[in-house]
């Protein structure tokens, strides 16, 4: 029972850290149509930068400038480079985002190297803050949490209460007639471009210490990320969450019990064969549950594509 | 034609028809009977319904009731390919053509499937006579063989339109469907690609969106006013020129404007 | 002026120019043939063969990306299985009744059946959605092929022996030499197939369905089926592919499946240029190249090539052969002439600049990273030391002087070459 509450913290962890990419990104594509395929890349600058940035000033200064420095990128990104291919294609737009997630990785390792960066979770968080059965909590987890939900709520707040969220709204759906109304609709481009990339880098400040920050970062979580919006439905924000969720529960549980398919198949009423190393099966036989958690999002995402094309929550037309 | 089709069976059948989009009911519930080679054209407001009308039949949308048979085939549930197999073929208000491959190419995709190739990976297309001589006689209906060797998308207004209903006849429909074929056209352009609606469609069954009143007086054997999604009037032009319900609704206006 | 416009229109009816339809084909038999007798040292053959392989591979993606509209994230996947496949036919005791030239059928074939699977569900929408699914899928295979060891070998991956088959008019193909005959000989057989597949019936509808699916439905063609058989046929060939990636390297390894190699193929043909057939050919050369040359270079190769992607993208979405088919015009009206001397004026003070940039990049790489007190590098065969200010000095000053002269001629390029598409001459 404890290790379940343990494993549901560590699960909520993981899913509102893939919420704060999948939002942004699910936000992007259904104003733009466009799928960016650099937003873990900049999810990966908001971490290196908050580490440089806390080398010289602290953590929470890093917390405060990176996802800044990160947003005004994106948006320059939108402006100079995504602005111009727009006039290409969908499948330009495609190519040249994903073109940019390879440069910045390759910048990233031209500016700090190739190895794991030293980025230390700060010594006023680094305490344990409760103890569930053994396992301790870190505080700096349950401060993640506590970042990640009211980013959310803020975020809910702006686009559903304030003037400037429901233009917003407008021109997610209709971009043509805002702007006929008088509303500069690439500026709001601009900006919903870089807010996405700004809420990348805040992932990125505060998921760098616990995941670690490395030039691969941006690799690992990017496919993931993209995974669970189209799990969730394609520009639905709710659906993001509740994919992100999903992932990160499933995930977690996944790892920390160990379930042996041996014992499910056995259950089923199949035998083992007796000769493993022959056996064409034997990996089948021997998988383990840990082994599996990582690639369950992508069977997940299959299956999803296989039986409801348009994800969980998403409109019929995605 | 397959062993569902009624030879008996009206060329289109439409049977209280209705369509919604949300709380907007667009298509109020249409009856309506087109016989073979009948020339009916459908006139109507804008906003009236028209488009959507053809699209409902050719399955862009899905009818949220009613029916719609196919020389006696309900077409309900059928894709707009499966559709367009059976005999129907339509052309879009907005042109709708293969901007970036040539003229002839344009026209030799439309005979594809009508003459058997589907989805072959063993034929030559360069090699194929009939392809071949079957795009060239249709460039020669609708006079573009000087351009044959152009990208479809550097053709003039007008001659887009008339590759539109070049590719819409190619594959030997027996019911075309014509939206707004003349749009945007001057009177020279106008008779013109009337003239060429005429001979292509010879035999077959029409049924064509119109704005353009002359062209309308001039085609169609039967016509159909739409209004707010109901048909409120059928019959020969006359009559339906006499009609007080269409004068009110519709043709008090547009009398003015017939050339 | 679109730069996604297809092979140039030929009269459909047959041409009576022979010459203009075999003469390529020809002529690249005959290179093929004595290439080898030109550069005959072993490296320079295992680059040719890389370099076909890839070409075979391109060829085949751009079925898909150049042709069909599909954008394919995962693509590496199915030359990576016909690898594997034929690999395990290679450890067969069977292979020694089967000979080696015929191996890359099985190849193809797994290829192709893997693509029948993924594509059942995979191709009934294009565009984002499209991309996503291959994406996904292409993790999902990547990710379990170091789970299923039985296939995929795991960390070592699968070897074999490609002379334990059955010999071939008595070759063995122990030699290099004889692989890269084999596969130059897939390498023609399938170009040749794919273009004719171009030509077909459903190579012209995966054409018009790229273009406008909607319209291709109200032709009778069902947009989903067209996009299936060329996702299918695309898989057969990237099988192919996997089949002499397994003959020449006789190891495959979880790396031919990745994403990695899934981009960079995807890059390799957007380089070479999607609008025409013979794009991802000249992508092919001229990445493979720059892989092996450059990389022997300098560590930061994967910048440049970076960098050169995002730039092709942004501004010549029509890679390389868009490059070279926006001077056919020109050429056809006898203009060409026009363009040589203020190409020189204007392209090789840019270069100059653009390697001026490369060495100062080179440098900052080198300060920021080298051990502690090694000050010295070697750029275009000088030695230096990078901590002096010197160095810094010239290349700054090149750099800039070669920039300064580009700027000032660019515009009489630019004039000139809007006179060169003048009808009227210069």
């Given at each position: 029972m404890d290790l379940i509450l343990v494993n549901l913290i560590d699960g909520l962890v993981t899913g509102l850290l893939l919420f704060m990419l999948s939002a942004g990104l699910t936000l992007i594509f259904s104003m733009m149509g466009v799928l960016n395929f650099a937003h873990a890349s900049f999810y990966m600058l908001g971490a290196y930068f908050a580490y440089s940035i806390s080398l010289a000033v602290g953590f929470w200064m890093g917390l405060l400038i990176a996802p800044l420095i990160v947003g005004v990128m994106g948006a320059g990104v939108e402006r100079y480079g995504l602005r111009r291919v727009h006039q290409y294609g969908h499948v330009p737009e495609l190519i040249f985002t994903f073109g940019l997630a390879l440069l910045i990785e390759e910048l990233v390792q031209f500016i700090w190297g190739k190895n794991q960066m030293a980025y230390e979770i700060p010594e006023v968080l680094n305490f344990t803050a409760f103890s569930i059965a053994g396992n301790s909590i870190p505080a700096f987890k349950i401060f993640m949490i506590f970042i990640s939900i009211?980013?959310?709520?803020?975020?809910?707040?702006?686009?559903?209460?304030?003037?400037?969220?429901?233009?917003?709204?407008?021109?997610?759906?209709?971009?043509?007639?805002?702007?006929?109304?008088?509303?500069?609709?690439?500026?709001?481009?601009?900006?919903?471009?870089?807010?996405?990339?700004?809420?990348?880098?805040?992932?990125?400040?505060?998921?760098?210490?616990?995941?670690?920050?490395?030039?691969?970062?941006?690799?690992?979580?990017?496919?993931?990320?993209?995974?669970?919006?189209?799990?969730?439905?394609?520009?639905?924000?709710?659906?993001?969450?509740?994919?992100?969720?999903?992932?990160?529960?499933?995930?977690?549980?996944?790892k920390s019990y160990n379930i042996a398919m041996s014992d499910i198949l056995q259950g089923v009423g199949l035998s083992m064969p007796?000769?493993?190393?022959?056996?064409?099966?034997?990996?089948?036989?021997?998988?383990?549950?840990?082994?599996?958690?990582?690639?369950?999002?992508?069977?997940?995402m299959v299956l999803i594509l296989i039986f409801r094309p348009y994800g969980l929550l998403g409109n019929r037309d995605a | 034609m397959n062993a569902m089709t009624d030879m008996n069976a009206p060329a289109l059948h439409i049977e209280g028809l209705k369509k919604s989009f949300g709380k907007a009911e667009i298509i109020r519930g249409i009856d309506l009977s087109i016989g073979k080679a009948e020339r009916h054209a459908i006139i109507g407001p804008n906003g009236a319904g028209k488009s959507t009308l053809f699209n409902l039949i050719t399955a862009r949308f899905a009818p949220t009731s009613g029916k719609v048979s196919l020389h006696g085939q309900n077409l309900a549930g059928l894709a707009p390919y499966q559709i367009n197999r059976l005999g129907l073929s339509r052309s879009f208000q907005i042109t709708n053509i293969f901007p970036k491959m040539s003229v002839f190419e344009n026209v030799r995709c439309a005979l594809l499937w009508s003459q058997g190739y589907k989805y072959s990976f063993w034929n030559l297309v360069g090699r194929s006579r009939d392809l071949t001589e079957g795009a060239e006689a249709i460039l020669e209906e609708i006079n573009l063989t000087a351009r044959?060797?152009?990208?479809?998308?550097?053709?003039?207004?007008?001659?887009?339109?008339?590759?539109e209903i070049g590719?819409?006849?190619?594959?030997?429909?027996?019911?075309?469907?014509?939206?707004?074929?003349?749009?945007?056209?001057?009177?020279?352009?106008?008779?013109?690609?009337?003239?060429?609606?005429?001979r292509v469609t010879e035999g077959k069954t029409l049924i064509m969106v119109e704005h353009d009143m002359g062209v309308v007086f001039g085609l169609a054997d039967q016509i159909s006013v739409l209004v707010y999604g109901e048909i409120i009037a059928t019959g020969k032009p006359e009559e339906v020129r006499g009609n007080a319900k269409v004068q009110e609704a519709y043709l008090g206006a547009a009398l003015e404007e017939e050339h | 002026m679109t730069d996604m416009a297809n092979n140039p229109t030929k009269p459909a009816v047959a041409s009576p120019s022979v010459m203009l339809t075999f003469g390529p084909w020809i002529v690249s038999a005959v290179l093929l043939l004595i290439l080898p007798l030109v550069?005959?040292?072993?490296?320079?053959?295992?680059?040719?063969?890389?370099?076909?392989?890839?070409?075979?591979?391109?060829?085949?993606?751009?079925?898909?990306?150049?042709?069909?509209?599909?954008?394919?994230?995962?693509?590496?996947?199915?030359?990576?299985?016909?690898?594997?496949?034929?690999?395990?036919?290679?450890?067969?005791?069977?292979?020694?009744?089967?000979?080696l030239p015929i191996l890359p059928i099985f190849g193809g074939l797994f290829g192709m059946g893997l693509a029948m699977i993924v594509g059942a569900f995979s191709t009934r929408k294009a565009g984002t959605v499209f991309a996503m699914i291959s994406l996904g899928v292409g993790e999902?295979?990547?990710?379990?092929?170091?789970?299923?060891?039985?296939?995929?070998?795991?960390?070592?991956?699968?070897?074999?022996?490609?002379?334990y088959g059955l010999p071939f008019?008595?070759?063995?193909?122990?030699?290099?030499?004889?692989?890269?005959?084999?596969?130059?000989?897939?390498?023609?057989?399938?170009?040749?197939?794919?273009?004719?597949?171009?030509?077909?019936?459903?190579?012209?509808?995966?054409?018009?369905?790229?273009?406008?699916?909607?319209?291709?439905?109200?032709?009778?063609?069902?947009?989903?089926?067209?996009?299936?058989?060329?996702?299918?046929?695309?898989?057969?060939?990237?099988?192919?592919?996997?089949?002499?990636?397994?003959?020449?390297?006789?190891?495959?390894?979880?790396?031919?499946?990745?994403?990695?190699?899934?981009?960079?193929?995807?890059?390799?043909?957007?380089?070479?240029?999607?609008?025409?057939?013979?794009?991802?050919?000249?992508?092919?050369?001229?990445f493979t190249l720059l892989q092996t040359v450059l990389s022997l270079q300098t560590e930061l190769w994967a910048i440049y090539a970076g960098v050169l992607f995002v730039a092709t993208v942004m501004y010549f979405p029509g890679g390389l052969a868009g490059v070279l088919m926006m001077h056919v015009p020109i050429l056809r009206l006898g203009n060409g002439k026009m363009l040589i001397m203020p190409y020189i004026k204007a392209l090789i003070p840019a270069a100059i600049g653009i390697l001026g940039v490369c060495c100062l990049i080179e440098m900052t790489f080198h300060i920021r990273h080298s051990s502690t007190g090694d000050h010295e590098m070697t750029l275009f065969w000088t030695t230096f030391d990078s901590h002096s200010l010197i160095p810094w000095f010239v290349v700054i000053a090149v750099t800039t002087a070669a920039f300064t002269v580009m700027r000032r001629n660019l515009p009489e390029l630019v004039a000139t070459w809007h006179d060169a598409n003048d009808a009227k001459g210069a």
């Open positions: 009211s980013i959310f709520i803020g975020l809910l707040y702006v686009l559903t209460k304030t003037r400037i969220g429901m233009i917003i709204q407008a021109a997610l759906s209709y971009p043509r007639t805002v702007e006929a109304l008088g509303h500069n609709v690439p500026l709001i481009f601009m900006g919903v471009f870089g807010v996405g990339t700004a809420l990348a880098g805040v992932a990125g400040v505060i998921a760098g210490p616990v995941l670690g920050t490395f030039p691969g970062m941006a690799f690992v979580l990017g496919s993931i990320v993209f995974v669970t919006i189209v799990i969730g439905g394609l520009g639905s924000l709710w659906g993001a969450l509740v994919a992100s969720l999903l992932i990160g529960w499933i995930t977690t549980f996944a007796e000769n493993m190393d022959d056996s064409i099966w034997r990996d089948l036989w021997t998988v383990t549950s840990p082994q599996i958690a990582d690639i369950l999002p992508y069977i997940l | 044959r060797d152009l990208p479809a998308g550097v053709l003039s207004y007008a001659e887009q339109r008339a590759l590719i819409t006849i190619a594959g030997g429909a027996d019911v075309i469907m014509l939206d707004e074929p003349t749009a945007g056209m001057s009177n020279t352009e106008t008779d013109y690609i009337t003239d060429l609606i005429m | 550069f005959q040292q072993n490296s320079a053959i295992t680059i040719m063969n890389q370099m076909w392989i890839t070409v075979i591979f391109a060829l085949a993606y751009n079925m898909l990306l150049g042709q069909g509209g599909m954008l394919s994230f995962g693509h590496a996947v199915y030359m990576g299985v016909g690898g594997f496949a034929c690999m395990h036919i290679m450890n067969w005791d069977i292979f020694g009744s089967i000979p999902l295979i990547a990710a379990c092929s170091v789970i299923i060891v039985a296939f995929f070998g795991g960390e070592e991956g699968i070897s074999g022996d490609r002379t008019f008595g070759v063995e193909f122990l030699k290099q030499i004889e692989v890269y005959y084999l596969i130059s000989l897939w390498l023609l057989i399938s170009a040749g197939l794919m273009f004719l597949y171009s030509r077909t019936p459903i190579g012209r509808m995966a054409n018009a369905v790229r273009d406008n699916p909607e319209r291709a439905e109200f032709l009778g063609y069902s947009a989903r089926w067209v996009r299936y058989y060329s996702f299918v046929a695309s898989g057969f060939f990237c099988g192919i592919a996997g089949a002499l990636f397994a003959i020449n390297y006789e190891i495959v390894t979880e790396e031919n499946l990745n994403t990695a190699s899934s981009g960079v193929i995807l890059l390799v043909t957007f380089l070479g240029g999607v609008g025409f057939f013979f794009g991802p050919i000249i992508g092919a050369i001229a």
